[in-house]
């Protein structure tokens, strides 16, 4: 049963094909984006689809390659490569792009990008504790409301952004109702399952039917998952991971761990955040909730710590994982805080810096098997 759910999950990608290319030929709208600050919300008040572009599979960095530099993070060659392709059939889809000034290599690829397709940057301010941080980031996302409006025509009305962030706000409790199964010993879902689930539900066009296949799989899990107890629990922070580059998670679960939950922004980073519905203005509301979110472009970045402190305790966590994608620079230097920060709380951690290849599996599985024999039970 919990089998098929997961399969559910994992089939939502193909289906979503077909059904946005019947929603393209009936004149809908799809708006494509890369990273978890862009406010979904605003494209789903606008009555389009938002889907989530980031590239996660080897294929196409060759092709990205022969643009950009080798020395770049596999994520953004990825993403460029699927671009300029063709082979990414949601960003074939895609009437928009929006991008955010997250990373410089993400932010000077969306320039090459605008070659292929429109492209909306957002200017993401890096520091978000200070006011003209913040008021910057409202007119962003003001800026964003009038591309929007513009390139998928009417207005965006404010009762149905608030329809939009209570949608939102829905679908993020599914999912961290999911996740926080996972803090109970055996955990409920295997590492590559919760993967699937967090991934692919990025996919589907209708929140509501994520909503409820998250609610089903919560209830379904409720009396155990399918992960046998005492295997050491690890938790993995860093760069995103999807499916095409869950090597890590892998080489964890064959070597005997369990990785019980993910930090990164495919995972929980943004699943404690919810938008605060009592302010009056929806687009202060949301400006608030995205700023939170605890990524390495953020300088400081102290919601990322104390996240990670939160996560390590809540998921019983007896080792951490930090996956760096090479070329990250933000997440690499970032590392050396966790270390430190997981050194004094006596958790045993592991630097790992990898791209999308296979040809570091041997090496990446020694380092893995040794920090498992240091915690196992
Ligand atoms: S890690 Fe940072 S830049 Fe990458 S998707 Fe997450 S928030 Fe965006
Ligand atoms: S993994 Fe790092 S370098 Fe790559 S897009 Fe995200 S923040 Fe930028």
Request: charged letters at 25%; proline letters at 5%; a negative charge.
């Amino acid at each position: 049963m919990i089998k098929e759910q997961i399969e559910k999950f994992f089939n939502i990608r193909g289906e979503n094909v077909i059904r946005l290319k019947e929603w393209k030929e009936q004149g809908g709208k799809v708006v494509g984006y890369y990273c978890t600050y862009f406010p979904q919300e605003l494209v789903i008040a606008a009555g389009a689809v938002p889907v989530c572009l980031c590239g996660t599979r080897e294929e196409p960095i060759s092709a990205a390659e022969e643009v950009l530099p080798r020395n770049l993070c596999p994520l953004i060659k990825s993403s460029y490569g699927f671009a300029v392709t063709d082979k990414c059939p949601f960003f074939n889809f895609s009437d928009l792009i929006v991008g955010e000034t997250t990373c410089d290599g993400k932010k000077k690829m969306f320039e090459y990008m605008s070659e292929l397709k429109p492209v909306h940057v957002m200017q993401l301010p890096h520091m978000k504790e200070s006011e003209s941080s913040f008021e910057l980031w409202v007119q962003e996302m003001r800026r964003l409301q009038a591309r929007l409006e513009k390139e998928l025509g009417g207005e965006i009305l404010e009762e149905e952004l608030w329809r939009a962030i209570d949608l939102v706000n829905r679908e993020t409790a599914a999912a961290k109702g999911v996740c926080d199964l996972n803090q109970q010993e055996p955990p409920s879902l295997s590492g590559l399952d919760l993967l699937t689930v967090n991934w692919s539900r990025g996919f589907n066009n209708n929140k509501e039917e994520t909503i409820r296949m998250l609610d089903e799989l919560r209830e379904a899990l409720v009396g155990g998952g399918s992960v046998a107890a005492g295997k050491p629990r690890v938790l993995i922070t860093g760069c995103p991971i999807g499916l095409g580059s869950e090597k890590v998670v892998t080489l964890v679960e064959e070597a005997g761990g369990t990785v019980v939950a993910f930090e990164n922004c495919t995972g929980y980073k943004t699943l404690p955040l919810m938008t605060d519905t009592s302010y009056d203005d929806p687009i202060v509301a949301l400006a608030h909730k995205y700023l939170q979110i605890p990524c390495s472009c953020m300088s400081p970045n102290e919601g990322r710590m104390k996240l990670l402190q939160a996560m390590v305790s809540d998921f019983n966590a007896d080792a951490v994982i930090d996956l760096t994608w090479q070329a990250c620079h933000t997440y690499n230097i970032e590392s050396r805080a966790v270390a430190k920060m997981l050194k004094e709380a006596g958790v045993p951690f592991l630097h790992l810096e990898s791209d999308y290849s296979t040809s570091d599996l041997a090496g990446l599985g020694v380092r893995i098997q040794a920090l498992l024999e240091m915690v196992e039970k």
